[in-house]
């Protein structure tokens, strides 16, 4: 699959968007450029990095409910 950034003017953009709507998810995905998908891009990509490298720590799920309660035992008179 390919992905191509394009600039389209305002007269035609809705007409694009029909355009492109005529599509499956499966042939053209509409992917935002905005600043909030690029850093959530950055984040996953630097956590699959940090998972294929071997330096992740992983936790069972009871490992995380003892750590999650600690933590709100820790803050709980703060409320």
Request: net charge negative; aromatic share 12%.
């Amino acid at each position: 699959m390919y992905t191509i950034q394009l600039k389209i003017n305002e007269k035609v953009y809705e007409k694009f968007l029909w355009l492109l709507s005529k599509f499956t998810k499966e042939e053209i995905e509409i992917i935002s450029d905005d600043q909030d998908f690029v850093s959530v891009q950055k984040y996953l990509q630097e956590e699959l990095d940090e998972i294929k490298s071997g330096k992740a720590t992983f936790y069972s799920q009871n490992e995380l409910e003892n750590r999650l309660d600690q933590v709100i035992e820790k803050h709980e008179g703060r409320l």
